[in-house]
């Protein structure tokens, strides 16, 4: 037994965590001898306990001492002390002691006022299953402690597992205690049998017309179409992410049938007042249209839809688009590349021979430097080169503060740098020449553009 009221906590205990309340009350059954002064009572306040455990998901129960003494129709005083020999033998442990502190000032927080009345701090105790239980029926534990966790039988544990699988399983008409509706009579008997053929053969197809089979039915293709259309809209309403898409998709078949894309639904769901702990969204989804349709909030099946057109996920209308465009535009592109291509090319040629002329007559160019290149070419060390340095190179040295690359003439790194530029500065001016005159001569544009 477990004395000391420090062993008795949920972190210092030997014994491991218990979820369900059948499992709990095995375990105190079995303990129960080990207990010089444990009775009846006891086994009445375990049940009490195992009763609560279906209220919290790791076993918890509250220990409210007057609801249990009205349950148990005991006194203060028997009640304190069977919860005690329960956490001398293991079964209970402290998750957190009770107090006379008001808990309703930690539920109302700043907000609160002497008006809101008194909540003492409840006890909560921890479902638990002693290590002497697990070992008298074959557990294989991992672990030790509270966190410990049942991973498998011994041989021993196997075989008491499968009697008491059996005991569970026997039909109940061996007992002598069944309801007619699970112990059949003779009638039923016959009913079954009569039944049995159309339950295992394959029903014969009724003749229905077409466009009625094709309503109600959904194709592969379609199915696979609707959960893709479930998973996008998933992402959008929230009350939907933890549901199964295949059961979503199929309480929304009598929307998505009618046409109903997911921005719709969306938009749709999002007006909707949902519970804030929703169970089964599947299902209220499923609930809440077919209530809507007969309250003709929805359109009803036969109706066609009049949603907003679909996204264009897979580009197609994009396509088309661009289609309807070219064939819109194909007729002046032609025109303008068979017959105003070559004159507006004849012309740039000779505006740019002409330019060509006027930059030959005219004075050559010659970089102006704010010093002499002799003065500036006098300070650095000597070079190696076979031609002077050009300005260009005097400049990159002079900005990055380093001196030219030795042995390396300009022309060897981009030879052709300087004719580029020079070309592309009088394509500039070329197009900007025939431009202007385009412009200024009216004829000449009538002749030329569109």
Same mark, same amino acid.
């Given at each position: ?201 394959? &029903? %014969? $197809?009724?003749?229905? +017309?077409? /466009?009625?089979?094709?309503? *109600?039915?959904?194709?592969? @293709?379609?199915? =696979? ?49 949902? &519970? %804030? $702990?929703?169970?089964? +969204?599947? /299902?209220?989804?499923?609930? *809440?249209?077919?209530?809507? @349709?007969?309250? =003709? ?154």
């Amino acid at each position: 037994m477990i004395l000391h009221r420090s062993d008795q906590e949920v972190h210092a205990t030997n014994s491991r965590r218990l979820r369900h309340a059948d499992d709990f009350l095995a375990a105190a059954h079995h303990m129960i001898r080990f207990h010089p002064k444990a009775t009846a009572t006891t086994l009445r306040l375990a049940a009490a306990f195992a009763a609560r455990a279906h209220r919290n998901g790791d076993g918890h129960v509250a220990f409210n001492i007057t609801a249990t003494m009205r349950e148990l129709a005991v006194s203060r005083r028997t009640v304190l002390n069977h919860a005690r020999y329960l956490r001398e033998l293991g079964l209970i442990a402290w998750v957190e002691h009770g107090s006379k502190r008001n808990a309703l000032r930690t539920r109302h927080g700043m907000a609160w006022q002497p008006g809101h009345g008194y909540c003492g701090t409840a006890t909560l105790y921890a479902l638990l299953a002693p290590p002497l239980w697990d070992r008298a029926h074959g557990h294989r534990i991992h672990g030790r402690g509270y966190q410990a966790r049942l991973i498998g039988y011994t041989p021993a544990g196997c075989t008491r597992a499968i009697a008491a699988a059996r005991r569970v399983a026997r039909p109940c008409h061996s007992r002598g205690h069944c309801t007619p509706s699970v112990s059949p009579t003779s009638r039923s008997t016959r009913l079954q049998q009569g039944m049995r053929e159309h339950n295992y053969t394959r &029903p %014969a $197809r009724t003749a229905q +017309p077409p /466009a009625v089979r094709r309503r *109600e039915t959904f194709t592969p @293709r379609q199915c =696979a179409d609707a959960i893709t259309l479930t998973e996008r809209l998933q992402r959008e309403v929230w009350w939907l992410r933890g549901a199964c898409s295949r059961r979503t998709a199929y309480a929304l078949r009598p929307l998505i049938r009618l046409g109903w894309s997911w921005q719709d639904l969306a938009e749709e769901l999002s007006y909707w007042g949902v &519970p %804030a $702990r929703l169970r089964d +969204p599947a /299902a209220y989804l499923h609930h *809440e249209i077919t209530r809507r @349709r007969h309250r =003709a909030e929805l359109p009803p099946a036969d109706q066609p839809s009049t949603h907003t057109p679909q996204a264009d996920d897979d580009g197609l209308r994009h396509q088309a688009m661009l289609r309807k465009r070219h064939l819109c535009h194909d007729p002046s592109w032609q025109r303008y590349a068979h017959q105003l291509r070559p004159t507006l090319r004849t012309q740039l040629a000779k505006v740019r021979k002409d330019l060509g002329r006027q930059a030959a007559t005219a004075p050559a160019y010659r970089p102006v430097l704010r010093e002499a290149e002799e003065a500036f070419l006098a300070t650095l060390p000597v070079q190696t080169w076979s031609d002077a340095p050009t300005p260009r190179q005097i400049y990159a040295a002079r900005a990055y503060r380093r001196l030219p690359a030795r042995g390396q003439r300009p022309c060897e790194t981009e030879p052709d740098w300087q004719r580029r530029l020079y070309d592309e500065a009088e394509a500039v001016r070329a197009c900007e020449a025939l431009r202007i005159s385009l412009d200024s001569t009216p004829a000449a544009r009538a002749d030329t553009w569109p």
